[in-house]
């Protein structure tokens, strides 16, 4: 599979999203937004960073980038796409997926392991875990608190498009795991098509076995990055 990563200006985890996909074997090259989409990509992801800045509120101004009219072409197609923290805040800011995430709750930058619960196990990216399964990511950000509307919340509860959420390490669901107030603990969700995802904990910083996080944090992100494979 061929996969694009885009680069904006102020993305910095693209080489960190090349290095993950390398060591699943997968093909992937990093793309500067303005060179548009290659012709036989296969998958996108939209890695993390500080995009310009995070002027105006983070991710709003690569959202208006025209690349992300062709991700959401592509991803209308079937193409996997996905969002990576500020790829999550451009993903939601282009209108891939609902809600938007805003300042954390701690009004402050935070970096550490989380645990999160599976919600959804019928995805290209928890093809690997059961429902309910616990598994543990890196964050890595100051705007990562998820809001959407009560209603929109329900319509993703009821179609099933809540991918993962804040957890501890038992997999329950309590306000104590949720690390920036997240509306419902809500930590990553699905677009319109299953094949469409955006979260703030980083998959590529958890690919290899030896090197884990203090709560264990080892190869889970590259079980979820196993859907570029």
Not at 79 to 102: D, H, K, M, R, Y
Not at 137 to 162: C, K, M, N, Y
Not at 176 to 195: F, I, T, Y
Request: aromatic share 6%; charged share 25%.
């Amino acid at each position: 599979m061929t996969v694009a990563i885009l680069r904006f200006g102020g993305s910095n985890c693209d080489r960190d999203a090349r290095a993950a996909l390398d060591h699943l074997d997968v093909d992937a090259e990093i793309v500067w937004h303005e060179d548009g989409l290659p012709d036989d990509v296969e998958g996108v992801v939209v890695p993390g960073g500080f995009s310009y800045g995070d002027y105006l509120r983070a991710g709003a101004m690569a959202a208006r980038s025209p690349v992300m009219a062709e991700v959401r072409e592509a991803a209308e197609s079937g193409v996997p796409v996905l969002g990576i923290c500020n790829g999550a805040q451009i993903g939601s800011e282009s209108g891939l997926t609902p809600g938007a995430f805003t300042t954390n709750r701690s009004a402050r930058f935070q970096c550490e392991h989380v645990h999160l619960r599976v919600e959804n196990a019928e995805t290209p990216f928890t093809q690997a875990f059961k429902e309910g399964d616990v598994i543990s990511l890196p964050i890595a950000h100051g705007e990562g608190r998820f809001e959407i509307a009560d209603d929109t919340l329900a319509t993703l509860r009821s179609e099933d498009r809540v991918l993962f959420r804040y957890c501890d390490a038992d997999g329950n669901v309590t306000d104590a795991a949720n690390p920036n107030g997240s509306k419902d603990n809500v930590a990553g969700v699905l677009g319109e098509q299953e094949s469409v995802a955006v979260l703030m904990p980083h998959p590529e910083r958890a690919t290899l076995s030896g090197v884990a996080g203090p709560n264990g944090a080892g190869t889970d992100g590259a079980d979820v990055l196993a859907a570029f494979e």
